[in-house]
């Protein structure tokens, strides 16, 4: 990599990982709140999926707004209205204004998205090497935030913890203003548009059409059902461990330890190594049978997790662990993919779509699980993550039989 690749690589690592700190440290908080405002899952899945809807729904906006403008202000004006919205959940004294906090959360983070990855798709020549760092960042992000949180709460009350995760993100805004880069550094010398990116709502509606009429329909499918897993899947996590037996807290020098919260945090931690294979296998395989494989195995993983957290310590840490790789090493692939089936100056649009999917619809997920949880059972809502996984691993199926890439 040259010093600009570096340089931006350095970039949107420092602020990927800022973005995941703060999205799964709420899954921490989900188990105070619900105590501290006697709330249910079911209330508490709406209002956490409200603040990750937005998380998904402002990626569009998004990626028009990096097509036209750039990437580098998205992302400093990210960094700056994450810590402003932890600022504002600290001194949150009812639900309501921990919804308000979410909310503002949601549409600071959700420009990141489109913006880092539009940017590093069109700035870095090293496209696989760079999603796979990028990748490893995020899941350090966040396996650093359930881990931080849960460390800081065994010090502080919730609303000082929530003040103190705010501080890295004002850090990294200050840093990421002082940066000096070429975004199209890759791109040069390709037909992409002088002034960049959608100048009307005409051309939006246009570029769209254009998008959906060809085999990105099926890439958006796919990480719709991502997204649905994902959020599913790693929202009430924490709370599900925390109830089986061989994971009641313990005491230890005056202070109450979750066992729980520590598995979750070695879970996504293992999703960094996910996250490298995935970044370095879309320069050494088809990504559409790659994401069929891995979305399969996603699907056996959701059958056998409650039978094996059944079985034992061993089963269950085992299937854990194979989730955070699995879960993880999908992310890299389907965005290559994205990169593959779209042209340069669209490349914005179609990470904003990209993460519309994948957080903004994925947000059901964390609705869905809440709601499962309060009226079924474990079983029930794993069963339906297994059926999210099988619809992503056959339109995988189908791209690598009739996409592009197969012909």
């Given at each position: 990599?040259n010093?600009n690749?570096r ?15 703060y999205?799964l ?13 006697n709330?249910t899952t ?9 603040g990750y809807?937005l ?10 707004l990096s ?10 004006l ?11 959940l ?8 921990v ?12 420009v ?9 798709s069109?700035?870095v ?21 359930p881990?931080a949180t849960?460390?800081l709460?065994l010090v502080f009350d919730w ?5 103190i995760l705010?501080?890295?993100?004002l ?5 990421a203003?002082r940066?000096?880069?070429d975004?199209?550094?890759?791109v040069e010398g390709?037909e992409t548009r002088?002034?960049?990116?959608v ?5 939006f509606?246009g ?7 060809g ?5 958006f499918?796919?990480v719709?059902?991502?997204g ?17 037996p061989?994971?009641a ?5 005056g ?6 919260r ?7 931690t293992v999703?960094m190594a ?5 970044g ?24 056998v ?12 840490l ?7 790789f ?5 992310q890299?692939?389907?965005q ?17 779509y ?33 059926g ?6 056959l339109?995988g ?6 996409g592009?890439?197969?012909?």
């Amino acid at each position: 990599m040259n010093s600009n690749d570096r340089t931006i690589v350095g970039l949107v690592m420092l602020a990927h990982a800022m973005v995941h700190t703060y999205e799964l440290s709420f899954p921490i908080f989900l188990t105070v709140w619900l105590t501290e405002f006697n709330a249910t899952t079911g209330t508490l899945g709406i209002v956490v999926g409200v603040g990750y809807a937005l998380f998904g729904l402002g990626a569009l906006p998004g990626g028009v707004l990096s097509d036209s403008y750039g990437s580098r202000s998205l992302i400093v004006l990210c960094l700056f209205g994450m810590a402003g919205s932890f600022l504002l959940l600290s001194v949150a004294p009812t639900l309501p204004v921990v919804a308000l906090a979410l909310f503002l959360w949601g549409i600071s983070a959700s420009v990141y998205h489109p913006a880092g990855l539009a940017l590093l798709s069109k700035g870095v020549s090293e496209r696989g090497s760079a999603f796979a760092y990028h990748g490893m960042a995020g899941n350090f992000g966040i396996a650093f935030g359930p881990l931080a949180t849960t460390l800081l709460l065994l010090v502080f009350d919730w609303r000082t913890v929530v003040g103190i995760l705010a501080v890295p993100a004002l850090i990294a805004a200050f840093l990421a203003f002082r940066t000096n880069i070429d975004e199209s550094a890759a791109v040069e010398g390709q037909e992409t548009r002088a002034d960049g990116g959608v100048s009307s709502l005409t051309e939006f509606f246009g570029t769209s059409r254009t998008l959906f009429a060809g085999w990105f329909v099926a890439v958006f499918g796919v990480v719709m059902m991502s997204g649905l897993y994902y959020r599913g899947v790693l929202t009430f996590l924490p709370d599900l461990l925390g109830e089986l037996p061989m994971f009641a807290p313990v005491d230890f020098a005056g202070e109450s330890l979750e066992p729980a919260r520590y598995l979750y945090a070695g879970l996504l931690t293992v999703g960094m190594a996910g996250q490298y294979v995935g970044g370095k296998l879309t320069d050494r395989v088809e990504n559409a049978r790659a994401i069929a494989v891995s979305f399969g195995l996603l699907a056996v993983i959701a059958i056998v997790f409650v039978p094996a957290s059944n079985a034992g310590l061993a089963p269950l840490l085992a299937v854990s662990f194979v989730l955070g790789f699995c879960l993880f090493v999908v992310q890299p692939l389907y965005q290559a993919t994205v990169a593959e089936y779209t042209p340069p100056e669209a490349r914005g649009i179609s990470y904003g779509y990209t993460y519309l999917g994948v957080f903004g619809v994925g947000a059901l997920g964390a609705t869905i699980a809440g709601v499962v949880l309060q009226y079924f059972s474990p079983t029930v809502l794993f069963t339906v993550l297994a059926g999210f996984a099988v619809v992503a691993s056959l339109l995988g199926a189908v791209l690598a039989v009739r996409g592009p890439s197969a012909s």
